[in-house]
């Protein structure tokens, strides 16, 4: 895996340090404000990442607490 060094703004960099505090305030952690930075590359405001990602951190962990359930729809069977 190749890294690339890039230089930003110190108020660019505030925001996503700022959304990833939020984030760890929220869910006790957080996968850091570089992470954050390479999801929302093409976002104007880090912050409303904050949201979308704790929201599919909580999905998530109530999908896989729950136990499946078999398909209620009926199965098809087609003859060769």
Same mark, same amino acid.
């Given at each position: 895996m190749?890294?690339?060094s890039i230089e930003v703004e110190p108020e660019t960099w505030k925001? %996503? #340090?700022e959304a990833?505090?939020?984030i760890e305030r929220i869910l006790g952690q957080s996968p850091g404000p570089e992470f954050l930075m390479s999801l929302v590359v093409e976002?104007?405001?880090p912050?409303?990442?904050v949201l979308m %990602? #704790?929201?599919t951190v909580i999905?998530?962990?109530q999908r896989s607490g729950q136990p499946e359930t078999p398909s209620?729809?009926?199965s098809v069977q087609v003859a060769a």
């Open positions: 190749k890294r690339a925001r %996503y #340090v990833h505090e939020e976002q104007e405001n912050l409303d990442l %990602y #704790v929201n999905q998530h962990v209620s729809s009926p």
